[in-house]
């Protein structure tokens, strides 16, 4: 054959080639564009996009064992669940609990012998973080960019000692801590008194008590199930959550929170008062912590159904907030009074905003007016019903 010929073939086709290349980079920049232009607008074009991706997540056709094409939903569903149950295997009802007796008579592998398994274990799972720094090293050599090892935390879950070492030697990070929930009640990321509210109750929605923060233990699940419930059929993960999470019942006190312009300290004492956790004499003895639970303001034992309704001297900060909203009502006990407070949020928005706000202001005042009476300090009632009137007309 021609050289000449071959040669011209050679470079027509690697011209080709890098014309579809250019091409294809062109029509992706014009998907860019059109994008960014369109946005996520309620328009033709988001939908159709949604539409594209939705088809892509979805199984069209399997093949069982036998060859045969499913292709129904139906036919999915049982293929899958057949498949798993013959994977993951199926539990023995008749099998009450594990024989040790039995498991101690069977031969155990000696040290020798657990040391190239515990390696090839370790090997596997140190590997994908060898891969990912390397990945950081070609970013960088390719940009310039470089990881700061000193500003670099890895955070761990449930991960052996010896694995721990080994990522923390090839990545040269330091272990980092999920400081949350000390965070949550100590501002800091050490733990220096006990939680007053489990973390199970902080992580309920509002409207059974909690303040809706995600538990990662159960989104994890959530995940977890989301994934295999996507193979055939369509359910969101936050559904899915809600349906494995336990359920509490709902609580009526939770209105007071909605709209309340208070501030969070304020909020937080309030919602600390409804679950009856704040820090009072009484718990405190529970703890061991005092010896005596006598209310600092009388001889009665201090306890938050005392301190917010039969204590005479903080009756009067009520009575006071109370007698400038113009309401008469007197409660027998804290439960009564939150049920009145539902109940009195409805009506004109302006005196219902105000009554919430009142009602944290006067929670978080008397409770800072009993802490430093307890430790020998002086405060006057009156200045402290003075500044709750102002609080709530300057937020409400």
Known sequence: MNPDLIERTKNLTSEIIKLNTIEKQLISQRAKINWIKLEDGNNAF?????????????????????GILLTTHHEHKEELMQFYGEFVGKSNKKMDNINLVAMRQVPHLNVDQRSPLLSSSLIRDIMPVELMMQAFKNFSNSKGL??????????FGDVEIKIKQKIN?????????????????SSSDKVNKKFPIAWNKVCLPKNQGGINIISIVEWNK??????LWNLFDKYSTRNMYYAIKTQHQNVGWRKV??????????LCTLWLACHNRPTTKDRLRKF???????????KDRETIQ??????????????GILGWLQVDHKAHSWNEKLSWIVQHRKGIWWRASMLKCAIAE????VWSYRNPICFGGQIDRNVIVSSIVDKIIHRT
């Open 306 to 319: 005392h301190l917010m309704c039969s204590c005479e001297e903080t009756k009067k900060i009520w009575e």
């Open 288 to 298: 061991g912590i005092l010896n005596e639970d006598c209310c600092c303001f009388c």
């Open 222 to 227: 959530a995940c977890l199930t989301k994934l």
């Open 169 to 185: 030697q090839v990545t040269e990070f330091s272990e980092g801590h999920l400081p949350f929930r000390s965070f949550l009640w």
């Open 46 to 66: 988001f939908h159709a996009s949604l539409k594209s991706k939705h088809q892509m997540n979805h199984i069209k056709s399997l093949k069982n064992k036998d």
């Open 146 to 155: 470089v990881v700061n090892p000193n500003k670099c935390k890895v955070y």
């Open 257 to 266: 929170f909605y709209g309340n312009t208070t501030i969070p300290k304020a």
């Open 362 to 365: 006067t929670v978080y005042a």
